[in-house]
Antibody, heavy 116, light 108 residues
Framework: EVQLVDSGGGLVQPGGSLRLSCAAS????????MHWVRQAPGKGLVWVSR????????IYADSVKGRFTISRDNAKNTLYLQMNSLRAEDTAVYYC?????????WGQGTLVTVSS | EIVLTQSPGTLSLSPGERTSLSCRAS???????LAWYQQKPGQAPRLLIY???SRATGIPDRFSGSGSGTDFTLTISRLEPEDFAVYYC?????????FGQGTKLEIK
């Protein structure tokens, strides 16, 4: 069974940093592109970033480019999102998403709150 | 970037009724990689349909998906009380993945 478990969220001040993690199991992690998606309170779903299976190819939404870094450790079956220079508008639930055999699978999400 | 437009924005219906939700793409969705989700307050999105028409594991057969190219539909054949929620479509065939703005299904 495919399972994705998000963690690392919390309260951080504007300008601060946070690293999110997503622990994957039940599939060949290194073979799959992985994504981060976020949802601000009361708003819709927005794609944030994607990384290739070997970690060499990454792409970001314009709103986070230059501030967020997606990475992965295939030995640990774990996806990361390093978030720097956080802003109030980055407040959201962050979900990792992996498409396995054309089926999208989601983590349960982790809440990031940027506030002083 | 593929823009997904869902309609209607809000739907007021009664349990037992049949309904169809629309998702229209600004360009053809690669591989018909179109998914539908149900989301309730405080919960993660729940996958209902993937690949435009395949039902996810454990999803009741009153939910069905159809369409291809740029026009997709989620049909709920007979609404149950637990079906009242927000529904999103997602295209995951090209980057960036994009989502519709959601259709809120509320009890009349």
């Amino acid at each position: 069974e495919v399972q994705l478990v998000d963690s690392g969220g919390g309260l951080v001040q504007p300008g601060g940093s946070l690293r999110l993690s997503c622990a994957a199991s039940g599939f060949t992690f290194s073979s799959n592109w992985m994504h981060w998606v976020r949802q601000a309170p009361g708003k819709g779903l927005v794609w944030v970033s994607r990384i290739s299976g070997d970690g060499t190819n990454t792409i970001y939404a314009d709103s986070v480019k230059g501030r967020f870094t997606i990475s992965r450790d295939n030995a640990k079956n774990t996806l990361y999102l390093q978030m720097n220079s956080l802003r109030a508008e980055d407040t959201a639930v962050y979900y990792c998403v992996g498409v396995v055999m054309i089926i999208p699978h989601w983590g349960q999400g982790t809440l990031v709150t940027v506030s002083s | 970037e593929i823009v997904l437009t869902q309609s209607p924005g809000t739907l007021s219906l009664s349990p037992g009724e049949r309904t169809s939700l629309s998702c229209r793409a600004s360009q053809s969705v690669t591989g018909n990689y179109l998914a539908w989700y149900q989301q309730k307050p405080g919960q993660a999105p729940r996958l209902l349909i993937y690949g435009a028409s395949s039902r996810a594991t454990g999803i009741p057969d009153r939910f069905s998906g159809s369409g291809s190219g740029t026009d997709f539909t989620l049909t709920i054949s007979r609404l149950e009380p637990e079906d009242f929620a927000v529904y999103y479509c997602q295209q995951y065939g090209s980057v960036p993945q994009t989502f519709g703005q959601g259709t809120k299904l509320e009890i009349k």
